[in-house]
């Protein structure tokens, strides 16, 4: 069977099929260039920084595509789930420290120092922030459960920590590695899919154009 275009013209199977497969492998190449970027400067990054940078770079290519997109003609849902599939890419890049920390992180035992009460500006809430010693000797400052009103300079805290020293410490990992790696999958799932049906109205659109 063939699918037929507004101008009657029936598109043949093979090229609609051709079509949705290149679009398939398109969508599903973006998605792998910029998940590998990502696992690539998380693993690297000594900071903020560098996740930052490629979080704003796939936003933007993001808006191009869908600029792209909405160019060719293509109905506007296609434009629309192009920028969202882009930025369900950008989120992983929001919690790589605690992906980090899940997949190489030592729990380690950490004394704390000093312990600094801070008052929100707006809201009134009172939060509480620990400075602790890590066994190597080096002292950072973490927030989060065990870190409140009850503690006291010599606690004791059990802390994620970077042996790689890339990523500060952290009393809890709010989001996991395998977590982080769902979404990355769900991410080149769609991409996959938006990119096959693309290619398939391109190949029907392309066919009742060229009819006379």
Known sequence: MAATGKSGRRTPVWWTAFCGVLGAGGGLLVAALWIRAGTWVTDRSSGLEGPALLGVAIFMAGIVCMLVVAGLGLPWPYAVAT????????????????????????RVAAAVSDVRTTEGPNTGRTGHHCRVRLPDGTETEVTGPGCDGDTRTGDRLTVYR????RVPAKLEVQVTDEQRTWVARAGAAGFLLVGARIGVHVARHGTAEEAP
Do not use: I, M, S
């Open 83 to 106: 920028g969202l599939l882009h930025t369900l890419l950008v989120l992983p890049l929001a919690f790589h420290g605690d992906a980090v920390l899940d997949r190489r992180g030592e």
């Open 162 to 165: 970077d042996p790689l020293g």
